[in-house]
Antibody, heavy 116, light 109 residues
């Protein structure tokens, strides 16, 4: 079955960096586009970034463009999100998401807290 | 930037039909998708491509889209359907990301 396990969250000061990982299994990762979606405490869902199956194309929300970088290692079945110049408003649970023609699969999320 | 608009809350009694709307200028050309998120849980896709149901989703969940509005309908809502519901779609700009609506809190009591 599809499994997505995020890691790398934690408490970080404003302006610092953090790298999230998402370990994928149960599907052909190298054939799949992947997304990051976040949810601030008590707030709604916000799409963050997408990467094509081969890494050839990437797209970002305006709120993170220039600060976050999505990448993948298909040899390790792992998705990444490099987050730089973090702001307090980046505090959220970050989910990786795998989409198919007829369903979506989400990890359990990893909490990033940006606070001094 | 593109926006999808949902009502903040909808309330129905058990057994009634709940309708949650999502409006956006690109919806005549773009599919709408719907997530259900219960408190403390990960979102679950309940409708994709306007009106299709993923396997395992009860038949009481249905979707439709007309013009600039997509609608999620829960026929015979049950107490366990109480949750936040989010629509998402894409815009017409060529941007490949998703845009989420603000979410609707469905209360069934």
């Amino acid at each position: 079955q599809v499994q997505l396990v995020e890691s790398g969250g934690g408490v970080v000061q404003p302006g610092r960096s953090l790298r999230l990982s998402c370990a994928a299994s149960g599907f052909t990762f190298s054939n799949s586009g992947m997304h990051w979606v976040r949810q601030a405490p008590g707030k709604g869902l916000e799409w963050v970034a997408v990467i094509w199956y081969d890494g050839s194309n990437k797209d970002y929300a305006e709120s993170v463009k220039g600060r976050f970088t999505i990448s993948r290692d298909n040899s390790k079945n792992t998705l990444y999100l490099e987050m730089n110049s973090l702001r307090t408003e980046d505090t959220a649970v970050y989910y990786c998401v795998h989409t198919t023609d007829s369903n979506d699969y989400w990890g359990q999320g990893t909490l990033v807290t940006v606070s001094s | 930037s593109y926006e999808l608009t949902q009502p903040p809350s909808v309330s129905v009694s058990p057994g009634q039909t709940a309708r949650i709307t999502c409006s956006g200028d690109a919806l005549p050309k773009k599919y709408a998708y719907w997530y259900q998120q219960k408190s403390g849980q990960v979102p679950v896709l309940v409708i994709y491509e306007d009106s299709k149901r993923p396997s395992g989703i009860p038949e009481r969940f249905s979707g439709s889209s007309a013009g600039t509005m997509a609608t999620l309908t829960i026929s015979g809502a049950q107490v366990e359907d109480e949750a936040d519901y989010y629509c998402y779609s894409t815009d017409n700009s060529g941007h490949h990301g998703w845009v989420f609506g603000g979410g609707t809190k469905l209360t069934v009591l």
